[in-house]
């Protein structure tokens, strides 16, 4: 097994905070005498959402989802499985998905074309962090905090086993060994 340590802080609690709000300010004013849902993928945009929404000015609504990971071992690339679906109905909505992190675009792509199924007036996306380097699936970001180098993170919302998701700050997370991104990812 590898061993794992937290590493360098890559973005700070004020770095994040002031990010966020810079986010909210400019949905607020993209968005003004809209019906606005917040789209949420559980769990670890949930940090990231929780933020927005209060830098967020006009009326909005929250809703969540949660799929299950394509997995790393699956042939089936890009197919996730919906584990929870939203409450609301989207058709005729402002959708604007918040993510935690886009990383192949795989999860992303999948849910896109199930949400443009469902007819909402528009639907675009906002991502706390983006690994653009990675990218397998074309995605386009309407909201976009920062860009990430080709290093795993924890903090913030993101994860590693279910722990660290409590980090007000953005951290990269130190293996001791190569190890495939898919792999700690699905772990
Ligand atoms: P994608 O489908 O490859 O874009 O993977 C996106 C999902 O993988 C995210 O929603 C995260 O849950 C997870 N993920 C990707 N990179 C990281 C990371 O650096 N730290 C923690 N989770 C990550
Ligand atoms: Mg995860």
Redesign the pocket.
């Known amino acids: 097994m590898p061993i794992l340590s937290l590493g360098q802080i890559l973005f700070t609690e004020e770095e994040i905070q002031a990010k966020v709000k810079e986010l909210g300010n400019l949905i607020s004013r993209d968005y003004q005498d809209k019906d606005l849902l917040l789209v949420n993928?559980l769990k670890?945009g949930v940090v990231f959402l929780a933020d927005l929404l209060r830098y967020i000015n006009i009326p909005v609504s929250i809703d969540f989802m949660a799929i299950s990971g394509y997995g790393a071992t699956t042939t089936k690339a890009g197919v996730v499985k919906i584990v929870k679906d939203l409450d609301e109905s989207i058709e005729g909505r402002n959708i604007l998905i918040v993510?935690?992190?886009?990383?192949?675009?795989?999860?992303?792509g999948y849910l896109i074309k199930n949400l443009i199924s469902r007819n909402p007036a528009n639907l675009k996306i906002c991502t706390l962090l983006d690994?653009s380097i990675r990218r397998i699936v074309d995605i386009v970001i309407d909201y976009k905090g920062f860009e990430l180098p080709d290093v795993?993170?924890?903090g913030y919302g993101?994860?590693?086993q279910q722990l660290y998701r409590n980090l007000p700050y953005i951290a990269v997370l130190e293996i001791s060994e190569e190890v495939n991104f898919e792999t700690i990812?699905e772990m």
Request: proline share 0%.
């Open positions: 993928v670890g993510e935690d992190i886009i990383d192949t675009g795989l999860t992303l690994r795993f993170v924890v993101l994860d590693y990812k």
